[in-house]
């Protein structure tokens, strides 16, 4: 028995289905009206969220010599060390050097790059979303990449607020937020060289120094570890990013 071609069920199944946008296509087509009188809102929203984020990994550093002198404010480091055996205090350096130095470092460096530059993209997107040329065209995408967070990420990770209008302030504040989210020997050198200058000064601030000149020195070896490091993260995001814009990496 042939199906009556006007049943319901007949026209339903000649019915073609829209297929979905892939991101390009989505990033083409024109926004929405109610999208654009609420983005301004949605992006602000999500550049106060950043915000908070980015401060707290600021305040992060500053919780070990807090904590350190919440258990006892007559605490020295020089009583400390002094107080130690010779075998105790080497394989103290040892454990400082192989787990605290990296670990330390690359938290206090990483986490405010990939909060931070999301909190100026959010704000761009802010300022964008109330301009008239921005009015017909979308702001941000998102992208999807197993590079992201580590090597041994087992499901993509999303990356968001990717500019589609694409500028040089835009492009500096993407590629800052990927040496966050995207991890690299280059990072992990300046993680390093961030964390033996973040214990060292935690050091000599809870010796506690009582010369002037020792403090003078002191800073300017703290603040020479500064600088390498963010020599060297400059030297990372040129070597990842002058030959090519900053993009999401594939899955």
């Known amino acids: 028995m042939r199906p009556n071609p006007n049943s319901a069920a007949a026209r339903s199944s000649n019915r073609t289905r829209t297929p979905r946008k892939s991101a390009a296509e989505r990033a083409a087509t024109p926004p929405a009206g109610w999208e654009v009188a609420l983005r301004p809102f949605g992006y ?9 984020i980015f401060a707290v990994t600021l305040a992060l550093p500053a919780l070990l010599p807090l904590g350190i002198q919440a258990d006892g404010s007559d605490f020295t480091m020089r009583d400390f060390f002094f107080g130690m055996d010779p075998l105790s205090a080497i394989l103290g350096g040892l454990i400082s050097l192989v787990l ?6 690359y938290a206090f460096l990483a986490l405010p790059l990939a909060s931070g530059p999301l909190m100026m993209l959010a704000i761009t997107y802010v300022v ?10 979308r702001l941000s995408s998102t992208g999807w990449s197993r ?10 990770t999303a990356l968001s607020l990717i500019p589609i209008a694409s500028t040089r302030w835009s492009r500096f504040w993407l590629g800052a937020s990927l040496l966050g989210w995207v991890p690299s020997l280059g990072v992990f050198v300046a993680a390093c060289v961030f964390g033996i200058g973040y214990l060292l000064t935690i050091s000599w601030m809870l010796w506690p120094l009582r010369s002037t000149a020792a403090i003078v020195v002191w800073v ?3 603040g020479a570890f500064a600088v390498a490091t963010i ?7 040129l070597r990842r990013f002058s030959q090519r814009p900053p993009a999401v990496p594939e899955r």
């Open 231 to 237: 020599v060297l993260l400059v030297r990372e995001a």
């Open 44 to 52: 602000l929203l999500v550049a106060i969220v950043w915000a908070a």
């Open 128 to 137: 964008r979303s109330l301009r008239p040329a921005y009015r017909t065209t």
């Open 220 to 222: 300017v070896i703290s």
């Open 147 to 156: 590079q992201a967070l580590g090597p041994f990420t087992v499901f993509p």
């Open 100 to 105: 605290l130095v990296p670990i330390f470092g």
